[in-house]
Every structure is written in C-alpha cells, then in structure tokens.
C-alpha cells in the first residue's frame, strides 16, 4: 500500500497545469469553485442535522407541519446533492492539477483520517437516501427506524465535518507554534494525523462551523419560506410557509447569538497558538483586515435585520403585547452595534475595547428580544405575514450566506502565500509575505 501511495504522490508531483490560463488566475478559479462547493455543503450539512430532529420533535408534539419542514429540508438535500459534489469533485481535481505537491502531502499526512471521513461520507449518503426515499413507510409505522435513519444521516455528516475542517485549520495554523514539519511522500501514522488534526484553532472551529451551519441555514429556509408564501395559493400553504418562516428566523437568531462568542474563542486560541494578528488581520492594512471589517459589518446587519425580523412577526400575536420589548432591546442591539463597527476613533472610545463591549451589548441585547419572540410564538396566528417582512426575511437569507462565505475566504487567505502555514517549501503564491508573517 505504501508503495502505490508513493507511486501516487510521484506522478501528481510531475502534472502541471499552470501553463492553463483563467480570468483572475488559479488561485481565483480553485477559490471560487470551492465557494461554490461551500454554499451547498454548508446546507446540506445543517438540513441533515435539523431535519430529523425537526422530524422527532413534530412525532412528540404531533405537528404535522414539522414533519412537512422536515421532509422539505431532506428533499432540498436530495436534489442538491449533486451539485455540491460535482463541485467538489471538480475542486479536488483543481487541487491535483494546480497545487499536486501540497495535495499529495496532505492525502498522505492525513491518510487514515481521510479514509475515514470517506466512509463517513458514505454512511451519510446511505442515510440520506434510505431516509427519503423510506418515508412515507417508515413514518408513519416505523417512526424510530426512521428517525435512526435521519440521526444517521446528520451524525456522519458531522464526522465528516470535523475532519476537513482538522485538515483545513492545520493548513491555516500549520499545526501551532511547536509542531512538526509535514513529511511528505510516506504516509503519516495515524497518531501524527490526529496531532495535525489537534490544532490550535480546530476545537473552536468545530463549534464555531457546527453553530453556523446551523444558524445561516435556517435564515436560508426562513427567505425560502417568505417567497414560497408569495407562490402559495391555499390558506393552508400560506399558514404552513408563515410557519416556516417563523421557525428558520427562531433556529437561524438563536444560533447567531452563539457566533462572536465562538469566534472570540478563536482569536483567544490563537493569541497562544500563534498566528493571531495574521488571522484578524491586526493593523489595518491587509487583505485580511478589510475582509474581516467586511464581516463585522455583515455580522451587525444580521443581528439588526434578525430583531426588526422578530418585532414585525411579533405582530401576528392577538395583542401583540410582546412588541414593545422587542422594539427596545431591538433599538439597544441597532446602537451597540452600529457603535462597534464605527472608525477606530469612536469605537475605541473612552477605552480600546469598547467595541468589544458593544458587540457584547448587542448579542445580550438580541437575546432578549429573542426570548421575547419565543415566549409569544405559541400564540401567534399565521398566514397573513406583512411584504417588510418577507422583505427582511430575504435579505437576511442573502446576507447570511453572503457572511459565512466570506467567512471561510478570509480564513483561507490569512494563510497566503504559504498553502500550509509556516511552511514556505509548500508556497504557491511568488509574492513575499508581509513582515513577521511566519513564526
């Protein structure tokens, strides 16, 4: 095995394609390809892991609509699916044609995690199909069976999850501080994988990227359901997608809530993991810098567009007597936040860290607006949601998946011009790095 896996990195070491031109380059191309493989991912993975419990939790409350949602979302995977394969397929081959000497390193690095991740994968879509396709006979008379089936199908999507994002957060931090240089043409032992795998940033990720396919997702369902409801033509389909509406704003603000906290615990790893001011862009005056005041500001759009959301579908209360708190904690949520994306002169008022004082007053903020819509929502009546509402619910859709997209491209390009952090052998830019950039 030993043997071919060599013969293997030896002839992806010697295909060169970066004679092949395209609009923007390479590095543009295998990037945008890779988004485009992301947006699907990213849902898919959070539509395994909701729908079954959307599912499990519509059979113990005896909600029909639940069980319709979640057959929705399984059914969007189903379709999709596809797609973000070919996607992935096409960036992998990308990989071996543009980058082969880091992409044979890393197959072989990581080897016995790989193999494992692809069986994961296909678990996952064992899973996904037999929960599908088995639904209108396991539902109904085989109900836990079923939702076996869906746990499944969400739990291995999940350990594939973690894998790659090991493998993509080694590349970013190169392992920490104290790690070993990559060997490259033997296969690693399954203990070096997992210590590659155990980086500074991986943990934190794995919450950080588990909450937010979870959270931009159900913003996604939310505008899916808003422009659905435009479609619908029945009371009963109108009521179901004003539903539906009201559980992807619920799910996708709750999530959101945990974001920055996850994040910070990011930066936090990093400040002794190495690699801090490289990732947050410290300076000012970096690609990385700009792109992360991109999503700051991405990220306060969410959080207000998320409490205007909640105050408008708070309407649909008989009373609407849980308005007025959320307009309020919504109106503090607007101020802090629109104050911690402020020039540095003001948001560092009167100390440096104010502006992350301010971002901790909007999420507390947005939490009891949230608590607010959630402790109304057994009562409200749905079909007649307002056009700004929708309106809202669009947009949110549009900018959440907007923020976790560039979100992984600003992560990717604190790295550049290494492809593996602080390893400059497997560089793949000709441009110097910036001052201080490797440990």
Known sequence: MSSVITSTNLLLAQIDLSNIGFPGGTRAFTGLTMIVHMFFAELFVGFAIAAPVLQAWG?????????????????FNVLTFSSGATFAVLFLVLLVGFYPRVTAVLFTHFFYLIVIAMASMFLTIWGMYSYYYKWDRFSVLKKRRHAFLGFTMGAFIWVWMVIMTGIDTYMTTGGGPNAEPINSGTISSFGASLSGLFNPMFVEMILHRTFANLSWPAFALAAWAAFMYIRS????????????????????????????????LIAYALQSGGGYSRLVGEGGNTTTSTLLYTNL?????????????????????????????????????????LYSIAPAAIANFPFFHMRYVMILVMILATAGAFLTYVRGRMRFRY?????????????????????????????????????????????????????????
């Open 59 to 75: 059979a113990r409350t005896g909600s029909p609509r639940m069980d319709r949602l979640a057959h929705s979302m399984v059914r």
């Open 233 to 264: 033509k029945t009371e009963a389909d109108k009521a179901f997608y004003d539903w539906s509406t009201s559980v992807g704003l619920t799910w996708g603000t709750g999530f959101l809530l945990v974001q920055p906290i996850s994040g910070f």
């Open 297 to 337: 500001i991405m990220v306060v759009l969410l959080f207000v567009l998320s409490n205007v959301a909640m105050y408008i579908g708070a309407g649909r209360h008989p009373d609407r007597a849980n308005r007025r708190p959320i307009q309020l904690f919504g109106l503090i949520a607007a101020v802090a936040g």
């Open 383 to 439: 079909g007649s949601p307002g056009a700004s509402y929708r309106v809202v619910l669009l947009a949110l859709g549009v900018i959440a998946a907007a923020t976790a997209l560039n979100m992984g491209f600003m992560k990717s390009n604190s790295r550049v011009p290494d492809a593996i952090y602080n390893q400059p052998e497997f560089s793949v830019e000709a441009e110097p790095p910036p001052e201080g950039f490797r440990n």
